[in-house]
């Protein structure tokens, strides 16, 4: 049975260092799905075939695959708050994920689909107007990872004034303080893409393991961890080294 990722569709809440709840927004987490989904092509040393484009309506093409440098268009789009959206509707979602089977994706293999849409309209949206699908998909797998994860919500503390000198105009001064105010998990190790994986990896300790799965699941849904660290990054390039932000840390089983 094929499904949407549900996980793209719900607000994820983490915390800060001062506590508070941080909720991370359909777009950001549609964001960590496509950036999932090259580290795992990479990893795999599959970047050739990282997830599979179609389209319907006026103007459509056949389905084709896409590297990982076109999937981090697509990434560089959501970043930019390009219109994508998740596929919620079932009959939608089927049609996309056939696509992506007639191309050649084992969906024997496959843990869970994530189905994105742009939609080309006028004013009202109709049936027939023209949609981009952009398909993705996670295996039963351990993979070797090194991403970063969007936090949610931007740093608002005290930081140095930038120098207008520095830059053309006010926007471009406004653009580089929102960069430099970017929150990040950055996660590195080993890491399970399913349920499936990790309980092989983690044998006979699975129950004593749940409660470490548990806390980092809580931070990072879409993944479960044999051998990793979360650490905080900022966009400007500070890191907290002594992982004192609430959740930063090594997480084993």
């Known amino acids: 049975m094929t499904h949407a990722s549900h996980n793209a569709t719900n607000s994820n809440s983490i915390h800060n ?9 359909t777009t950001d987490t ?46 560089d789009e959501l970043e930019a708050g390009e219109d994508w959206d998740v596929v919620a509707d079932e009959i939608e979602l089927a049609d996309a994920i056939s696509d992506a089977i007639d191309l050649g994706v084992n969906a024997d293999q496959v843990k869970e689909w994530t189905v994105l849409v742009r939609v080309h309209s006028g004013e009202f949206v109709t049936p027939s107007d023209p949609r981009e699908y952009v ?13 970063l994860l969007e ?26 303080d929102y960069e430099r105010r970017r929150q990040y998990w950055r996660l590195t ?45 900022r966009g400007d390039g500070h890191a907290d080294d002594s992982d004192s932000i609430e959740g930063a840390g090594r997480y084993a089983i």
């Open 151 to 176: 936090w949610g919500d931007n740093y608002d503390g005290d930081l140095p004034d930038l120098d207008p000198d520095d830059y053309d105009g006010d926007d471009e001064l406004d653009d580089a």
């Open 17 to 25: 260092s001062n506590n508070e709840e941080t909720t991370m927004s």
């Open 189 to 233: 190790g080993r890491v399970a893409t399913s349920r499936v994986a990790w309980l092989r990896e983690a044998g006979a300790d699975a129950d004593e393991a749940e409660a470490v799965s548990d806390r980092f699941r809580a931070l990072c849904p879409d993944l479960w961890p044999i051998d990793c660290h979360l650490s905080y990054e």
């Open 135 to 147: 398909i993705v998909w996670r295996y039963d797998d351990v993979i070797d990872i090194d991403l």
């Open 30 to 75: 549609m964001i960590n799905t496509i950036t999932a989904a090259i580290a795992a092509a990479n990893a795999r040393s599959d970047e050739r075939y990282a997830a599979v484009a179609a389209s319907r309506g006026s103007g459509s093409s056949t389905p084709n695959w896409l590297a990982c440098d076109d999937l981090q268009a697509v990434l």
